[in-house]
């Protein structure tokens, strides 16, 4: 378990937080809230989730490892109307628990805030802060400035207390969006390091034959796989590497397609949705996420956790996690063929391959471990509550 910091000995924290979806679903933002939560959870701090209800699960009210799940959110799910229903459906939710929250954190930034911001009313001057999950075009900034009534949700948005920046371009993006200097502050995603960890896989009997090169994920444009199969062909005639894709999503049937027309599906594995995550990272000798948007991939500090080597795109969150040539590889490039390369330079070196899986390691150990990155929020929650940040005149 740990000694506790000198901080958890401070006062029982009471955390709400607000995410969308949460439990079962499990897509980055919601499987970091859950991570978060349960370490909350595990000191002894109070956390409760506020999310929307679940077609074809019909548990309104639950505890999952100490953090208890109101999915109290019932809202039109297309339409102009969505939005307002869902803002309604939080601000009622939140009112609903006001007497068990100190504070109110939500892992989403766009109608999430929205609701946040307008109802910092009816929670009585509880503080709010909004942790944007991603930039670029899926980010929420972006999508923000997309949305009809921009002007209008950006205001409400600006009302909340205070903002979380998981990557430097998350808060560049919201700081253009008007949020002061001194109400936003830097914070980071985390993994538990004892889960994901180098070692052997039973998931490995399961997987096309080593070297094997590994995205993690869902399938999805934004993770940009198409450029992956792209490079693939240049990998498969140089080497005797297989390309594992693990991860349910959309894009499966149309991607499976792809790699059949580029020649490559004997060379590529569809998993679909894993159980253990972990267990098949450790079945990997290289990973590769190509994603056009992050805010900071739980996949690749899974990755990293793991000691893989690992080939990024140089965009968002990862050249927060990734220092080029130091603990991964950065590809700035959408030429397929600057992918190849990539990947060709760490299957052809392995003990350099090695070198940058052990930095990257230590990196996560020192900087994302979940407990450091929770420390951190334990900290910001209860500057929060006592009023000391921000600075009302910042």
Not at 4 to 15: A, T
Not at 65 to 85: E, K, T
Not at 294 to 323: F, K, Q, R, Y
Not at 356 to 379: H, I, K
Request: hydrophobic letters at 45%; proline letters at 6%.
């Amino acid at each position: 378990m740990g000694t506790v910091p000198p901080s958890e000995q401070r006062g029982r924290l009471r955390v709400c937080y607000v995410v969308s979806y949460f439990h079962p679903f499990a897509s980055g933002a919601e499987r970091q809230a859950m991570a978060q939560g349960k370490e909350l959870a595990r000191r002894g701090h109070s956390v409760h989730v506020v999310t929307h209800a679940v077609s074809g699960y019909n548990i309104p009210d639950e505890e999952v490892d100490g953090v208890f799940i109101h999915r109290w959110i019932h809202s039109i799910q297309q339409g102009p109307l969505f939005g307002l229903s869902f803002v309604a459906g939080v601000i009622r939710a939140l009112h609903r628990l006001r007497p068990l929250y100190d504070v109110v954190h939500t892992h989403q930034a766009l109608w999430e805030a929205v609701a946040t911001g307008l109802g910092r009313s009816w929670i009585r001057g509880v503080p709010t802060l909004v942790q944007p999950a991603s930039s670029g075009y899926y980010g929420e900034a972006e999508e923000l400035r997309r949305t009809r009534g921009f002007p209008l949700l950006r205001r409400a948005i600006l009302r909340n207390t205070a903002f979380a920046a998981i990557s430097a371009d998350i808060e560049d993006q919201w700081r253009d969006l008007g949020v002061p200097p001194g109400r936003i502050v830097r914070t980071a995603s985390g993994v538990d390091t004892t889960l994901f960890r180098p070692g052997t896989s039973t998931f490995e009997a399961s997987l096309l034959p080593r070297p094997r090169v590994l995205f993690t994920g869902r399938l999805h444009p934004q993770k940009n796989l198409d450029l992956l199969l792209e490079a693939w062909p240049a990998v498969a005639r140089r080497t005797a590497a297989n390309l594992v894709l693990a991860g349910p999503g959309e894009e499966r049937t149309r991607l499976e397609a792809k790699a059949r027309t580029l020649g490559v599906a004997d060379r590529v594995q569809f998993t679909g949705a894993v159980v253990d995550v972990a267990d098949v990272l450790r079945g990997a000798d290289v990973f590769v996420l190509p994603s056009v948007a992050e805010g900071m991939s739980n996949s690749l500090l899974e990755a990293m956790a793991t000691a893989l080597p690992c080939v990024a795109s140089g965009i968002g969150g990862n050249v927060d996690l990734l220092s080029d040539g130091v603990t991964g590889v950065l590809v700035s490039s959408r030429e397929p063929s600057a992918w190849s390369n990539a990947i060709l330079e760490l299957l052809d070196d392995p003990s350099s391959a090695r070198s940058l899986g052990a930095a990257a390691q230590r990196t996560v150990d020192a900087t994302f471990a979940l407990p450091v990155v929770v420390d951190r929020y334990v900290d910001i929650y209860r500057s929060l509550i006592a009023g000391s940040w921000p600075d009302r005149a910042g």
